[in-house]
């Protein structure tokens, strides 16, 4: 009567095993598939790059008379106007006061610095592009300077959702007019509010009352 059973629990026991064996093979294909995916788009990304670099490098290399300098963090830049007196430099809690024109690699403008003045940019602490965000903190002030973006650093592979498209490497001309710290900043807003208050006061007192005669 033992025999029965044994062999009864001995083909249980191959049938869960079976099973375990099917479905562990079966997830197989999954990560095999997810590991080509994206071994396929990090080569997607290289060549992107490369292209893109390459872009930039063709266009450096037509204007030879204008040195352009690379920058550990992804892009070039070459000065307009260079302050060499300044040592100070943008750094997270301060302010940059700034204003900038956007063009593609062939020199088409893409937003206007009238389109987008004046820039107020609280360092490291709001969600601007991250090729500005680093070229500004290279930046001393009163000085305009020439960056050249991958789109990686720009607006990547969305782009704006306006004029500027899909991977599309970036001309961006700025210039510093100024940074102050973020306790000034502060302080200068409360000037200035408590300054347009006493003259909305005083507008308010001298302004001559409407009569009616008969």
């Given amino acids: 009567m033992k025999y029965p059973k044994l062999i009864l629990l001995a083909g249980l026991v191959s049938i869960a095993v079976s099973s375990c064996k099917q479905s562990q093979e079966a997830r197989r294909p999954i990560s095999q598939a997810s590991g080509t995916f994206m071994k396929k788009s990090v080569e997607r990304n290289k060549k992107l790059i490369a292209g893109e670099e390459g872009q930039i490098d ?9 040195k352009y300098m690379a920058s550990t963090k ?16 943008p750094k997270k809690g301060d302010v940059a006061f700034f204003d900038y024109e956007i063009k593609d690699l062939k020199g088409n403008i893409i937003y206007s610095e009238l389109e987008l ?36 650093i720009a607006y990547g592979f969305h782009g704006d959702d306006k004029r500027i498209g899909h991977n599309q490497p970036l001309m961006c001309t700025v210039t510093l007019h100024n940074f ?3 306790a000034a900043f502060k302080k200068e807003i409360l000037l200035k509010a408590a300054a347009a208050a006493e003259q ?3 507008t308010t007192v001298t302004q001559p009352k409407d009569t009616v005669t008969n």
Avoid: C
């Avoid at 992804?74 to 430099?89: A, E, F, P």
């Avoid at 500005?132 to 991958?150: S, T």
């Fill in 58 to 66: 063709s266009l450096i290399k037509s204007n030879p008379k204008i």
């Fill in 200 to 202: 909305a006061q005083k």
């Fill in 180 to 182: 102050i710290s973020e």
């Fill in 117 to 152: 003045r004046p820039q107020t940019y609280a360092v490291d602490k709001q969600n601007i592009m991250s090729g500005l965000r680093e070229g500004i903190k290279l930046m001393h002030k009163k000085e305009k300077i020439i960056f050249l973006f991958p789109s990686h």
């Fill in 74 to 89: 992804g892009y070039w830049y070459t000065y307009v106007v260079q302050n060499i007196q300044d040592t100070l430099t």
